[in-house]
Nanobody, 127 residues
Framework: QVQLVESGGGLAQPGGSLRLSCAAS????????IGWFRQAPGKEREGVSC????????YYSDSVKGRFTLSRDNAKNTVYLQMNSLEPEDTGVYYC????????????????????RGKGTRVTVSS
């Protein structure tokens, strides 16, 4: 079954760190733009970070720029989101998504061009 599976969520204190993983099953991520989205309680889903299929274009939302880093390991068919200096506003369900050759801006700004989406992992930032 083709799927994306997120892991690594949990409870973190403000200022702490978490690393989310997104593993692809039954397809290779090599040709896919990958994005991380989050949905906070009572809010719409937003694009947090996206990276192009050849890693030459990366997007971070203003709210996470300088704190989050997206990377991919094609050998492991996995994408990571390193989240540092966490804030309570980072609380939400984080989803990864993949779209074949989707422009980064289309995916992260407009949530378009998504072929596969994971079921999400919950992140709670609280003291």
């Amino acid at each position: 079954q083709v799927q994306l599976v997120e892991s690594g969520g949990g409870l973190a204190q403000p200022g702490g760190s978490l690393r989310l993983s997104c593993a692809a099953s039954k397809f290779t991520l090599d040709y896919f733009t990958i994005g991380w989205f989050r949905q906070a309680p009572g809010k719409e889903r937003e694009g947090v970070s996206c990276i192009s299929s050849n890693d030459d274009d990366t997007y971070y939302s203003d709210s996470v720029k300088g704190r989050f880093t997206l990377s991919r390991d094609n050998a492991k068919n996995t994408v990571y989101l390193q989240m540092n200096s966490l804030e309570p506003e980072d609380t939400g369900v984080y989803y990864c998504a993949a779209g074949m050759f989707t422009p980064v801006q289309n995916m992260c700004h407009s949530d378009r061009g998504v072929d596969y989406r994971g079921k999400g992992t919950r992140v709670t930032v609280s003291s």
